[in-house]
């Protein structure tokens, strides 16, 4: 069974960053796309980010220019550069596949507040 561990988050104020980091293991990372959601209280979960396996990326709306998504094949690690931090973008966060066909892992939780 895949196994995803998301970590990186925390508190941080308006105009702030962070760095998301997902390790995937028990998969062939390398052969797939990755992606990142995240889900806000209330809210349903929605896609923020894509990479695919040839490095190709795609961004919602919302975070697009604030947000890079990268990925390492020899560390089987997909990662979540966010800059501009907003209060907006507090949500839990996740990674998984681009059609989220692949267990969830915990999430991180990413709070931007002053």
């Known amino acids: 069974q895949v196994q995803l561990a998301e970590s990186g988050g925390g508190l941080v104020q308006p105009g702030g960053s962070l760095r998301l980091s997902c390790a995937a293991s028990?998969?062939?990372?390398?052969?797939?796309?990755w992606a990142w959601y995240r889900q806000a209280p209330g809210k349903q979960r929605e896609l923020v980010a894509v990479?695919?396996?040839?490095?190709?990326?795609n961004y919602a709306d919302s975070v697009k220019g604030r947000f890079t998504i990268s990925r390492d094949n020899v560390k089987v690690t997909v990662y979540l550069q966010m800059n501009s931090l907003k209060p907006e973008d507090t949500a839990v966060y996740y990674c998984?596949?681009?059609?989220?066909?692949?267990?969830w892992g915990q999430g991180t939780q990413v709070t931007v507040s002053s």
């Open positions: 998984n596949s681009p059609q989220g066909d692949l267990g």
């Open positions: 028990r998969i062939v990372f390398r052969l797939y796309s």
């Open positions: 990479i695919t396996r040839g490095g190709s990326t």
